[in-house]
């Protein structure tokens, strides 16, 4: 199971859901999560997605720690199994 054929299962949930999973690209800042999840009562999150076993990058560390900072929740998704417990999570806070 490879990077992509992860997100594509997020993406598939996340719109099973009535949700958004926004690709999110910030040119200038680079390191920031792959997906900009969004479901309705104002509920956001973003997503960093990996192959199985994979680890974040320096940077991609320092971008989860400065958006968590500010409040937000940031997962790193390394396998479909993982996609029902961060769509929960997100929707229960």
Do not use: C
């Amino acid at each position: 199971m490879n990077e992509k054929h992860i997100e594509k299962k997020l993406r598939e949930a996340v719109r099973g859901m009535g949700g958004i999973a926004a690709k999110f690209v910030s040119p200038g800042w680079d390191g920031v999560p792959d997906r900009l999840l969004l479901f309705s009562g104002g509920k956001a999150a973003f997503v960093e997605v990996k192959k199985p076993g994979g680890k974040l990058k320096p940077l991609q560390q320092k971008r989860k720690r400065q958006l968590e900072a500010l409040g937000f929740k940031v997962y790193v998704l390394d396998g479909i199994e993982q996609i029902g417990g961060i769509l929960d999570d997100i929707q229960t806070t």
